[in-house]
């Protein structure tokens, strides 16, 4: 407890940053992929405002100018179906703290676009969606000469946690890891089963240095799919799991790491829990993603939640 608390309280005090400035930005297609729709956080001198974007109510400021240098990076992975937004609150934390943030709508297994999401082709394109967005914050984007680019981070969650391990080095065994495939004729688990199946080398990226994994989706049962994962990581897990993530898959995960991993269990959390808590407009969009079951406070769990990614990313990107 005081260990993150005085990591906290460390990158409060040395930021002049009061809110989040807010910039949406488009990274064209290239031979690596096509357009990547992102929004970035950086640090920002002037007050919050609340911003409302679509069902989205966020805290920040629209195109604030970027306060600082050699800050560090941390980009995002959202889930299966996702988007950008999903989990503004932890950018909002970390910008206010002196980050960088960037986030993407991944194509393909996004909310406006579903063409890849059963395809197991999206698995690998995931990770190449995260390096080309390294590579723009780190080279095209406005703020590139900001960025220490030994400093850079990650937040994935589900499906972006997946995203996450094998950026970090994972090599994934999709016929063997304990993953459900409910519906047989989909055409991800015919992919499955079908051993021939060859698809492209995995991309790892050693920028990244410390990962923070909500819930991922768990295809790494051995000790040998992970044994060149070595990155600090802070991995969270839902008591209920869902949504194809099995809650008893992550103890074993955790162990399985050749680095222990900090290791959190979210009590009577379901696996939604770790997207921000919702404006009442998305609630009534989406219920199955923003209402909890019983009596779980999803708003009480997110300030501890980003408290503890601060202080992690603020620990390990020094």
């Not at 095209?140 to 391990?165: C, K, M, Q, V």
């Given at each position: ?94 910008a206010d703290a002196g980050f960088v943030v960037a986030a993407i709508n991944h194509p393909g297994d996004t909310f406006s676009d579903m063409s890849h999401a059963a395809d197991i082709q999206e698995f690998v394109e ?109 991995l969270w897990a839902s008591e209920e799991g869902g949504d194809g993530v099995d809650p008893a898959t992550l103890p074993a995960l955790a162990g399985l790491l050749p680095q222990r991993p900090e290791f959190h269990v ?44 601060l202080a992690f990313f603020s620990a390990n990107l020094r």
């Amino acid at each position: 407890m005081k260990t993150w608390l005085s990591a906290v309280l460390l990158c409060l005090s040395v930021t002049v940053a009061h809110a989040a400035g807010v910039k949406f930005i488009r990274i064209p297609a290239d031979a690596g992929g096509p357009e990547l729709k992102a929004i970035v956080w950086t640090p920002c001198a002037d007050a919050a405002q609340a911003l409302t974007i679509g069902p989205y109510e966020l805290k920040g400021k629209r195109d604030c100018p970027t306060v600082g240098d050699k800050l560090p990076l941390v980009v995002i992975s959202h889930g299966h179906g996702g988007t950008f937004l999903d989990h503004h609150d932890l950018p909002e934390t970390l910008a206010d703290a002196g980050f960088v943030v960037a986030a993407i709508n991944h194509p393909g297994d996004t909310f406006s676009d579903m063409s890849h999401a059963a395809d197991i082709q999206e698995f690998v394109e995931r990770p190449v969606d995260i390096k080309r967005l390294v590579d723009y914050m780190l080279g095209n984007a406005s703020d590139a000469a900001r960025i220490d680019p030994a400093r850079i981070g990650f937040f994935g969650f589900s499906r972006g946690g997946y995203t996450g391990l094998v950026l970090a080095g994972g090599n994934p065994d999709y016929v063997h890891a304990q993953v459900a495939c409910t519906d047989p004729t989909l055409l991800i688990c015919r992919q499955i089963r079908n051993r021939d199946l060859v698809l492209p080398p995995l991309t790892h990226d050693p920028r990244i240095k410390a990962y923070v994994l909500a819930d991922p989706l768990d295809e790494f049962p051995t000790a040998d799919t992970v044994k060149d994962v070595h990155a600090p990581i802070q991995l969270w897990a839902s008591e209920e799991g869902g949504d194809g993530v099995d809650p008893a898959t992550l103890p074993a995960l955790a162990g399985l790491l050749p680095q222990r991993p900090e290791f959190h269990v979210v009590r009577h959390a379901a696996h939604f829990a770790f997207v921000a808590p919702c404006s009442d407009a998305l609630k009534q969009k989406a219920p199955r993603v923003c209402v909890d079951a019983g009596e779980f406070d999803r708003v009480a769990f997110h300030q501890a939640f980003d408290a503890k990614a601060l202080a992690f990313f603020s620990a390990n990107l020094r």
